[in-house]
T-cell receptor
Framework: ETGVTQSPTHLIKTRGQQVTLRCSSQ?????VSWYQQALGQGPQFIFQ???????GRGNFPPRFSGLQFPNYSSELNVNALELDDSALYLC?????????????FGQGTRLTVV | AQTVTQSQPEMSVQEAETVTLSCTYD???????LFWYKQPPSRQMILVIR??????QNATENRFSVNFQKAAKSFSLKISDSQLGDTAMYFC??????????????????FGQGTILTVHP
């Protein structure tokens, strides 16, 4: 157990809809990162939040957005869903900003877009 | 941009034997971190072992050890005395600091494509 929980575990949405995925980090972890893992692939970095501010972003369009709250919870929002958004979405929390030595991952949310 | 390559899509090993998973990476950086993560069917990514690039000594965690060759940009994972519970997808990952537009730094993991390891009884 990593102490990081994600909800829901599975989700089916229709193309064009919007979705919100949730993550609860370990207490004291001020950094949270989100990753997209397509089937059979390694995770791809979406963005990272530190103390409620977006701190870094990967090659994902603006329709992928996030929020981080003071209670160590965070959200990933995806607007105008596309079929290619179907993937496992992982959040990872870390105790330090920058050269953190370990990211604690949640079990992921499996999103299917039909 | 950094890339991480795992050239073995699948590997299998008999219980109690030793197996080595390969990983190569490409970077122009001198300071970075390397990781091996394990992802069982439960989907939760679990850290197996990490290596700081500035350390010459290879990292070891119980049955898991790495062979870090910085000049060759190679980072292989050796699993000794394989157990059935080691069956999982294994990902090699690279991490360095990036600077955002505001001048503050953040770290992101770049993963390889993964190697499916099956341990047979």
């Amino acid at each position: 157990e990593t102490g990081v929980t994600q909800s829901p575990t599975h989700l089916i949405k229709t193309r064009g809809q919007q979705v919100t995925l949730r993550c609860s980090s370990q207490s004291g972890h001020n950094t949270v990162s989100w990753y997209q893992q397509a089937l059979g692939q390694g995770p791809q970095f979406i963005f990272q939040y530190y103390r409620e501010e977006e701190n870094g972003r990967g090659n994902f369009p603006p329709r992928f957005s996030g929020l981080q709250f003071p209670n160590y919870s965070s959200e990933l929002n995806v607007n105008a869903l596309e079929l290619d958004d179907s993937a496992l979405y992982l959040c990872a929390s870390s105790p330090d900003l920058g050269p953190y030595l370990e990211a604690f991952f949640g079990q992921g949310t499996r999103l299917t877009v039909v | 941009a950094q890339t991480v390559t795992q050239s073995q899509p699948e590997m299998s090993v008999q219980e109690a034997e030793t197996v080595t998973l390969s990983c190569t990476y490409d970077t122009s950086e001198n300071n970075y971190y390397l990781f091996w993560y394990k992802q069982p069917p439960s989907r939760q990514m679990i850290l197996v072992i990490r290596q700081e690039a500035y350390k010459q000594q290879n990292a070891t965690e119980n049955r898991f050890s790495v062979n870090f060759q910085k000049a060759a940009k190679s980072f292989s994972l050796k699993i000794s005395d394989s157990q059935l519970g080691d069956t999982a997808m294994y990902f090699c990952a690279f991490m360095k600091l990036h600077l955002n537009a505001g001048g503050t730094s953040y770290g992101k993991l770049t993963f390889g494509q993964g190697t499916i390891l099956t341990v047979h009884p």
